[in-house]
């Protein structure tokens, strides 16, 4: 498949995800048109669970379905959501939070304390900052049907900052039912609590996912920000349309078929900022940060040196000009922390500043022991960025002798295939390209993919203790002085043993319908509650 610019935006999927039937009420009438949004994303909703995948897809699915007990406003501060009440004792010990009234679950019954408990215990054994936070906690207890509380074995100063992150996997509550469920194995119902809830009828998977707005919701009487506040729905019905061909997405939103269409390519932006009926809008400032993931179980890349060795190989540059051309959006990113955020620096970025060394790559992957055999690399077909990128990177191994074995399949199958903990030649894998929002790689602790914790960490198993005890170090740090130079810290010691490397840096704009109006800007999330239509 030849790399260009109208391919590298080109995200979607074709294949239809075969998704269990979930339980759902009834849609009673169709919503007129005037307020119903048609959405196009950058690609299709690989499951409905957003505790068991880190994929945007499914929490934007999520964040229409499901609530939180927190959210993070426009200023980057956790405030209640779901919670009504709370407090902390004098010893920073223990967590005290009542939910607020009016929480109800599409079923129809009363969310309690009961929900709560194994939804934040199922969520933080998938999540890293869960994970993170869980090491310091004693006990997670229901008090009586609105009340519950976090005990902690020591103080942890981020506990309000990671039940309201937005970074993937999203701390959605849900029923107990779901709750309960193992982590490991994806549910199949879905009965949220949240400001909209799914039409089972209408929605066609792989092709179309209706969300109807939830009757019995009741938002907050606060403002509306970031995704904390009231999340008044204005809107009575939103579509997710599922349609890979990026041309025709374009068409179908100058044509007022759709609204809303998340990731134009940039070379079409000129034809829809000329369209006095489309407005082109930038809706997470801090842009997306792409990885390459190395497994750190199986050769070559447990290996320290073969990891550093993909530092010296990768060119960014390369990279961001295969799928933006030379777009003021796009732009290469040492910093481990992503660029723009407060944790940025560059602390160990020499072998950035040198640029790309191919003879370098070459020798430490010898110093690795490389022995020829095949290296595994996952491409995604159907999300064209990750496609360039797998291409790209394929060259380049291939520059430097090593044995590429490139397996083509969609997305949803990259996310299956990714949890293999089996070698690459009995369907385990090398490596894998995906990518995170800005504001999630600006934060040690909140990102899962941050983890270094082994057999419990992120796809790709990184292990490092020096890592873990920096990230202890700064999320119990005093102030933002001091994270700042703990992330330094970080920083150079990751760019030495290499849990991830990245392959640029870049903001998507958005296009939609100058009808379309209010949208807030989230990191990581879309959301659909304030917006209005005409």
């Keep these: 498949m030849k790399i260009t610019r109208r391919t590298a935006l080109q995200g979607g999927i074709a294949t239809a995800a075969v998704i269990a039937a979930p339980s759902i009420v009834r849609a009673q009438a169709k919503p007129s048109a005037a307020r119903t949004v048609r959405a196009v994303f950058h690609g299709d909703i690989p499951t409905y669970d957003p505790i068991w995948t880190t994929a945007n897809m499914t929490a934007y699915h999520g964040g229409m379905v499901y609530d939180t007990l927190f959210g993070i ?138 969300y109807d707005r939830n009757p019995d919701y009741v938002p907050r009487a606060d403002a509306p920000s970031g995704i904390a506040g009231g999340k008044k729905v204005n809107l009575e019905r939103v579509i997710f349309v599922n349609m890979p061909d990026a041309q025709t997405a374009v068409a179908a939103l100058q044509a007022g078929e759709i609204d809303f269409y998340e990731v134009p390519p940039t070379d079409l932006l000129p034809q829809l900022e000329g369209d006095k009926n489309i407005k082109i ?30 530092l010296y190989l990768v060119k960014q540059s390369d990279y961001m000009k295969a799928s933006f051309g030379d777009s003021k959006y796009a732009r290469t990113c040492p910093s481990f922390f992503g660029m723009g955020t407060p944790m940025e620096n560059d602390a160990n970025t020499d072998w950035f500043k040198g640029g790309q060394n191919l003879e370098k790559a070459k020798a430490l992957f010898k110093e690795a022991g490389y022995d020829g055999k095949p290296i595994v690399l996952m491409q995604a077909t159907n999300i064209a960025i990750m496609s360039n990128t797998a291409q790209i990177l394929a060259q380049e191994l291939r520059q430097v002798g090593l044995n590429v074995q490139v397996e083509a399949m969609d997305w949803s199958n990259v996310v299956q295939r990714r949890s293999n903990k089996s070698p690459p030649d009995q369907g385990g894998w090398n490596l894998f390209i995906t990518w995170s929002g800005g504001s ?7 990102l899962a993919a941050h983890a270094a914790t082994g057999d419990k960490a992120w796809f790709g198993w990184p292990s490092d203790s020096l890592h873990e005890e920096l990230r202890t170090k700064w999320a119990l740090a005093g102030t933002p002085e001091e994270r700042k130079q703990i992330a330094q810290q970080i920083q150079a010691n990751a760019w030495k043993f290499v849990p991830q490397l990245y392959y640029g840096q870049w903001m998507q704009p958005a296009a939609m319908r100058t009808n379309i109006n209010n949208l807030l800007p989230v990191a990581e999330i879309i959301p659909w509650w304030n917006v209005t239509k005409g």
């Design 281 to 310: 809008e930038v809706l997470n400032s801090l842009g997306n940060v792409g990885q390459i993931r190395p497994n750190f179980l199986h050769p070559p890349f447990n290996n320290e040196k073969a990891r550093q060795a993909l």
């Design 440 to 446: 999630a790689i600006g934060n040690p602790i909140l």
């Design 73 to 210: 406003d426009g200023k980057q501060q956790p405030q209640p959501q779901m919670v009504g009440k709370w407090g902390v004792s004098d010893d920073k010990l223990t967590y005290t939070f009542e939910l607020r009234d009016g929480l109800k679950w599409t079923d129809g019954t009363p969310v309690t304390s009961a929900d709560v408990v194994p939804s934040l215990k199922r969520w933080a054994a998938r999540d890293g900052g869960g994970q993170h936070m869980m090491l310091r906690v004693k006990d997670i207890a229901a008090k009586d049907a609105k009340t519950f509380t976090i005990e902690l074995k020591e103080r942890y100063g981020l506990v309000l900052e990671v039940l309201a992150k937005t970074s993937t996997p999203v701390c959605f509550m849900m029923r107990k039912k779901e709750a309960e469920t193992d982590p490991m194995q994806k549910i199949d119902q879905v009965v949220g609590s949240g400001p909209f809830k799914l039409n089972l009828d209408e929605t066609k998977p792989g092709t179309q996912y209706v």
